[in-house]
Structures are given as C-alpha cells and as structure tokens.
C-alpha cells in the first residue's frame, strides 16, 4: 500500500496541488515564515500577511532587528499573538547562529516550531525524510485506512505519526508532505468530502464501510469559556487612557484600553469622586469569538477635562498614536465608528 498510495498522491498534487507563493521559492525562511503563519489560520488569510511580512522584512536578518512592537502590529488581526512573539524570537535565534538551521533537531529548537512545522519546513527547504502529521494528514490517513484510534491521544499520534512516516517516498519528501496535505484540504475535507472524485476511493475504507463520517475519531473537544471584558474609554484634551498587557494571559504584549475588571473597581472608581455617572455605554453585550472561549464586552466612554489618576500600569498618550499599536482586534472593533 505504501508505494501505491504514496504514487497516487503524487500524481494527483502534480496536477492538482495549489499554487502557493511560498511554494515558489526554497529560501527557508520565507518558507518558516508561511507555516508559522498558516499555524490555525486558513491559506487564504494567510497569504496576505506573509506577503505582507515578506514585503517589510524580506530576510530573517531584518525580522530579527525588528521591535517586537512593529512584529506584533504587522501580526494584527491574525489572532494567536503568541505565535508572533515567537516569530520574533526565533528568528533572533537564526541570526545568532549564523544561518538557517538545517537538520529536523535544529528547526525543531526554534521558538515556537513544533514537530509538525520543522518536518514542513525540514521536508520542503532541505529536502529531509521528515513526514509531516497535521489535522489533513490525520483525517487522510484515517479514512483511507480506517484507523479509529483518536486522533487527539498519546496513542493516536504515535501511531499517525509511524504510518506518516512510513508512506512518506524517502527521495520525494517535499512534494508527497505538500500533496497529502492539499489532499486533506482539496479532496478529503472535514465537511462534503469530494468521495466520487477522489483518486483511493476504492482503497478507502471509510468509503467503502460508509463511515467517512465517522472518521477521524476525536475524544471531547474542551469546553468553549465564557469571560466578560469590560471597557473604559477615557478621553482628556486629545489623550486616551491605554496600557500594554504583561501578564500570561491572552493578547499578550498588545496594548489595550481601560479594562474594568474587579481591581479597578475596587481600587480605583471610587477615589473618582462620582466620574462613573458620567460613564456611557456605547455598546452592549459584543461578542468576540476566540477558539476556546468567548469573550463578552460592555464599552463605555468618558470624557473628562482633567485627567484622572489611572490605575497602575496605564499611562496617557495621543489618541491618533494609539492607531498606531498594536492591539487586539476586540479593541479595534470597540473603536470602530466612535464620534
């Protein structure tokens, strides 16, 4: 089965696989930089900001040089922050070393590089024997030869990860890592799967026994969490109230406005004399969907001609250069058709 189906899959990518930018190229770091991007974000979405980072650091020297404000606003809107500090540091860590690591271990030991990504980018820069295991891998492999372990248990990955690796044509990583994922993404989709014209439908278990559905098995997702963030935006003679976000939490190292969580209430509002009545709730209730939680936002505004003391770690600055840091989409919206 291993030369056949690795054959077909080959075949079908060369007339088939999608003509990716990155694609184009085999300098390593533009081809880091587009899996770091595609980490939990669609191709199509993705293509525009590594053209984007691409266009403003076209080397990994000058992502390096970079203020990890400047990384993070080019980042903005693309969600999962970490992944941009990350980027950030790791290509710190490239230029350190002197070159673009080369070996699966090398990439492996970037920031935020895991398994998945350095046998992409091992397979496709430097051709390594590397096969790469992600959720289109999981569900190919699984339907075709209707493996039910969970995909999302110790077990499951080892054994996804020794059948990948056994598929995977010694002397054609690069092309059969691309074409088995374009596979999962073009053909054997999650949702209305393309059976009748699928080239190993008559190998594919799943198809076969009728349980495409079924496969891949997954335990439980965890459950999606509700947190309420509520907004203050304070204005005073053309400065607003804003402060960097430090702590480990989400949205780390963006900036964000006046957040009225429990400290603040507590802490603050009542040496303000009164100020909350003049508070107006400018909009109610706005959902932000993030992937395990769902965030629930109040946003009032204030506009005061003296400026009041702020809460620890906020600090005043010029309303139009808040437009220029890099803060989280939530708060984008929040600002979004204000008078």
């Known amino acids: 089965m291993s030369a056949e189906f690795s054959t077909i899959l080959l075949r079908w990518f060369a007339q088939n696989g999608r003509e990716l930018p990155w694609r184009a190229t085999q300098d390593p770091y ?4 587009s899996e770091i991007i595609l980490q939990q974000t669609r191709v199509q979405q993705g293509w525009a900001y590594w053209e984007r980072f691409m266009r403003r650091f076209p080397n990994v020297e000058q992502l390096a040089a970079a203020s990890e404000d400047e990384v993070l606003r080019l980042w903005q809107g693309l969600g999962y922050y970490s992944r941009a500090r990350n980027l950030h540091t790791a290509a710190q860590q490239i230029v350190s070393m002197g070159r673009f690591p080369t070996t699966f271990e090398e990439i492996l030991g970037l920031k935020g590089v895991g398994e998945y990504t350095a046998a992409a980018v091992g397979s496709i820069a430097f051709g390594l024997p590397v096969a790469v295991v992600d959720g289109n891998v999981y569900r190919v492999l699984a339907r075709v030869l209707g493996i039910e372990t969970p995909i999302n248990t110790t077990a499951g990955k080892h054994e996804f990860n020794a059948v990948a690796q056994e598929l995977l044509p010694m002397h054609q990583s690069a092309a059969y890592n691309q074409a088995v994922m374009d596979f999962g993404a073009m053909v054997c ?3 209305s799967p393309k059976c009748t014209q699928c080239p190993l439908a008559e190998r594919c278990v799943a198809f076969r026994e009728q349980r495409v559905g079924q496969l891949p098995v997954k335990l439980k997702k965890i459950e999606v969490k509700r ?3 509520d907004y203050l935006h304070i204005r005073c003679k053309g400065k607003i109230a ?7 939490d989400i949205w780390r190292g963006l900036w964000e406005l006046v957040l009225m969580d429990d400290d603040l209430k507590t802490s603050i509002i009542p040496h303000w004399k009164g100020l909350e009545k003049n508070f107006v709730l400018w909009k109610k209730d706005v ?6 939680r769902v965030i629930l936002t109040d946003f009032f505004l204030l506009e005061v001609n003296e400026p009041p003391a702020l809460p620890p770690d906020y600090i005043w600055i010029e309303e139009i250069d808040f437009e220029r840091c890099a803060k989280p989409r939530l708060i984008e919206s929040l600002l979004e058709n204000l008078p």
Do not use: E, G, Q, S
């Open 242 to 248: 804003v402060r960097k976000r430090l702590k480990n």
């Open 30 to 33: 533009a081809i880091w930089l």
């Open 227 to 229: 947190r309420r963030m």
């Open 287 to 292: 959902k932000h969907v993030l992937t395990h």
């Open 189 to 191: 989709t999650p949702k």
